[in-house]
């Protein structure tokens, strides 16, 4: 997989990449507690591990109507480009995370103003290659709610979203799906079933820094 980009299909549901972008404001968002402390950051990303957050989690997809014919319910959104794809395609995320970023530069002004409608959204600061304690408590929190059937929700990130696909597959309820971008070739659609979840839990225990402590914010038994 990869995190840093959200290439996924154009508007008309064939792979392609943005263009033109243009700066882009987060808008008002209600700030995550302890927004100074909760920015502490429990995992990052060693070089070791780059390539192999290339390969896809899932199957890829360029049309969004294949895709949401194979996904699970609940949904979650990892990207601006893909979450934009999702609400053209009249299914809103029960779950997306957005940094008004695409491969690095800032989403098209259509995109972004098109990423609205939650019903809560939450800004939590996560700089990239990292998971910060923010991030995976409110992904945690955002999990619970859609459980609870209280609604969706919007994690506005502040800095990139790069490796959370990671912890939404970890942590998603059973029979969920987690899509995300890859970059130049569509949208990737990943599962939650054990060996799925196997999989990311290897990723995030290799990361550096203290997986104990990132697993309790996300709610998930340690090994």
């Not at 480009?81 to 995370?97: F, G, I, K, Q, W």
Request: net charge negative; aromatic share 4%; hydrophobic share 40%.
């Amino acid at each position: 997989m990869t995190g840093d980009a959200d290439t996924g299909a154009d508007a008309e549901g064939e792979a392609g990449t943005d263009s033109n972008p243009a700066p882009v404001s987060t808008g008002e968002a209600e700030p995550a507690a302890g927004t100074e402390v909760d920015a502490e950051i429990l995992l990052s990303l060693p070089r070791s591990l780059r390539g192999e957050l290339k390969d896809p989690l899932g199957p890829i997809y360029t049309d969004t109507a294949a895709l949401l014919a194979d996904a699970g319910d609940p949904v979650v959104t990892v990207g601006d480009v893909v979450t934009y794809h999702l609400l053209r395609a009249d299914r809103r995320p029960d779950v997306a995370l957005v940094d008004g970023l695409t491969k690095r530069e800032a989403v098209d002004d259509e995109i972004w103003a098109a990423i609205d409608g939650f019903d809560r959204r939450v800004e939590v600061p996560n700089p990239a290659a990292t998971l910060s304690v923010s991030l995976l408590t409110e992904l945690r929190a955002a999990f619970d709610r859609t459980g609870a059937d209280e609604g969706t929700t919007l994690l506005v990130v502040e800095g990139e979203e790069d490796l959370a696909a990671l912890p939404a597959v970890l942590a998603a309820p059973d029979g969920a799906s987690v899509v995300y971008g890859q970059p130049d070739e569509g949208m990737v659609l990943a599962g939650t079933d054990p060996d799925e979840r196997a999989v990311v839990r290897d990723l995030l225990e290799r990361m550096d820094g203290d997986t104990d402590r990132a697993f309790e914010a996300l709610g998930v038994e340690a090994d």
